[in-house]
T-cell receptor, first 114, second 113 residues
Framework: NAGVTQTPKFQVLKTGQSMTLQCAQD?????MSWYRQDPGMGLRLIHY???????DQGEVPNGYNVSRSTTEDFPLRLLSAAPSQTSVYFC?????????????FGSGTRLTVV | GNSVTQMEGPVTLSEEAFLTINCTYT??????LFWYVQYPGEGLQLLLK?????DKGSNKGFEATYRKETTSFHLEKGSVQVSDSAVYFC????????????FGEGTQLTVNP
């Protein structure tokens, strides 16, 4: 079982460039989400999805878009990269929406915007 | 909304020392509580969880008990090892269906030989 797979692992962008961070899970999980991790700020939710075709905003959605056309994939798009988006990005999934299930995390994408 | 507060870090211990990392939560209703661990350069891994009051989660020598009366879920280990050096996150997931996982800020633990 691959679990949650994120690509790429590292990326450097110039300000204004766009890119897509890929996330795929093979566990048939219903719930998927994107977090960013910054020093001293823990993990902050960017966007999440409760099923194919359904997405919603988290705490810090500005500058990011998501879509969920299949159960397996949940890509995160940076529309016009800014230095403030330099961060480590984690994709996470959960089997169901029930509160007693934890999340499975990918290994992260370290993004630097110069 | 829900929130989680962890003790401020970083924490530095000698091998075989006793570990406590404090975690308190605020929530409407009855959340599930989790501890995650993040090793350098990796994603977060679920360490243990508890879903109701007085439940004790345990894994790899770590334990945490869900205390509703003090709204706490402190992480403990009797004898830490160098390999336990990592960042530890406390998290809660609320009672309502579709609720999100809310994280504390994380506590960096360093164990010296």
């Amino acid at each position: 079982n691959a679990g949650v797979t994120q690509t790429p692992k590292f990326q450097v962008l110039k300000t204004g460039q766009s890119m897509t961070l890929q996330c795929a899970q093979d566990m048939n999980h219903e719930y998927m989400s994107w977090y960013r991790q910054d020093p001293g700020m823990g993990l902050r939710l960017i966007h999440y999805s409760v099923g194919a075709g359904i997405t919603d905003q988290g705490e810090v959605p500005n500058g990011y878009n998501v879509s969920r056309s299949t159960t397996e994939d949940f890509p995160l798009r940076l529309l016009s990269a800014a230095p403030s988006q330099t961060s480590v990005y984690f994709c996470a999934s959960s089997k169901t929406l029930a509160r007693n299930y934890g999340y499975t995390f990918g290994s992260g994408t370290r993004l630097t915007v110069v | 909304g829900n929130s989680v507060t962890q003790m401020e870090g970083p924490v530095t211990l000698s091998e075989e020392a006793f570990l406590t990392i404090n975690c308190t939560y605020t929530a409407t209703g009855y959340p599930s509580l989790f501890w995650y661990v993040q090793y350098p350069g990796e994603g977060l891994q679920l360490l243990l969880k508890a879903t109701k009051a007085d439940d004790k989660g345990s894994n790899k020598g770590f334990e945490a008990t869900y205390r509703k009366e003090t709204t706490s879920f402190h992480l403990e280990k009797g004898s830490v090892q160098v390999s336990d050096s990592a960042v530890y996150f406390c998290a809660s997931r609320g009672e309502t269906s579709g609720s999100r996982l809310t994280f504390g800020e994380g506590t960096q633990l360093t164990v010296n030989p």
